[in-house]
């Protein structure tokens, strides 16, 4: 199983400052057909149902707002929010597509400082 | 608008049975791969199965394999997840979610609002 290991687990930032989550895999996720990362990020609010915000590691959903943005290659990747706003309070989640088991990361909540 | 709303959940007892539901809805569900992803309490995410387009093709975690089975009816846009034996740790919110795609690589891009299932004596 490919283990998806995320840091930190919790982060405090301040209102319209960066946040940065990081995002390893135990081993590469590169796709070679498209040479492209199989890696998504999540983000889940309390009470509420993951939402997806990004794919193959750096594509935005279809209306994830520009703040969100993925980078990163192979085995490591980082999701970062650009300006925080309140409403970014959640616990955000990498996966991998690469290989069955879909295996996600252990998550990282995301708070107001 | 992709809808999709999980039905089924409950409180079970160890060893026992329970079958959920995903009705699928604004979009056609026979062209995609759908997936069950769980969640226990105050925990992380946890993906469960997936099936292709016609039911042909399961996959299965290791934690569920020959206890769980998931079908789909596509006449009538329903996804389903047959658990059997059921153990303390299947304790969880049972999310739906489609597959992006019709084919590998498949990522999750909607979900459902989950439904509980609790093991428990």
């Known amino acids: 199983d490919i283990v998806m290991t995320q840091s930190p687990d919790s982060l405090a930032v301040s209102l319209g400052e960066r946040a940065t989550i990081n995002c390893k895999s135990s081993?590469?996720?590169?796709?070679?057909?498209?040479?492209?990362?199989?890696l998504a990020w999540y983000q889940q609010k309390p009470g509420q149902p993951p939402k997806l915000l990004i794919y193959?590691?750096?594509t935005r959903e279809s209306g994830v707002p520009d703040r969100f943005s993925g980078s990163g290659s192979g085995t490591d990747f980082t999701l970062t929010i650009s300006s925080l706003q309140a409403e970014d309070v959640a616990v955000y989640y990498c996966?991998?597509?690469?290989?069955?088991?879909?295996?996600f990361g252990g998550g990282t909540k995301v708070e107001i400082k | 608008e992709v809808q999709l709303v999980e039905s089924g959940g409950g409180l079970v007892q160890p060893g026992g049975s329970l079958r959920l539901s995903c009705a699928a809805s604004g979009f056609t569900f026979s062209s995609y791969w759908m997936h069950w992803v769980r969640q226990a309490p105050g925990k992380g995410l946890v993906w469960v199965s997936r099936i292709d387009i016609d039911g042909s093709r399961t996959t299965y975690a290791d934690s569920v394999k020959g206890r769980f089975t998931v079908s789909r009816d596509n006449a009538k846009d329903t996804l389903f997840l047959q658990m059997n034996s059921l153990r303390d740790e299947d304790t969880a919110v049972y999310y739906c979610?489609?597959?992006?795609?019709?084919?590998?690589?498949?990522?999750?891009?909607?979900w459902g609002q989950g439904t509980l299932v609790t093991v428990s004596s």
């Open positions: 979610a489609r597959g992006y795609t019709s084919s590998w690589p498949n990522w999750f891009d909607s």
């Open positions: 081993q590469s996720v590169l796709y070679s057909s498209n040479n492209k990362n199989c």
């Open positions: 193959w590691a750096s």
């Open positions: 996966q991998q597509y690469f290989g069955t088991p879909l295996t």
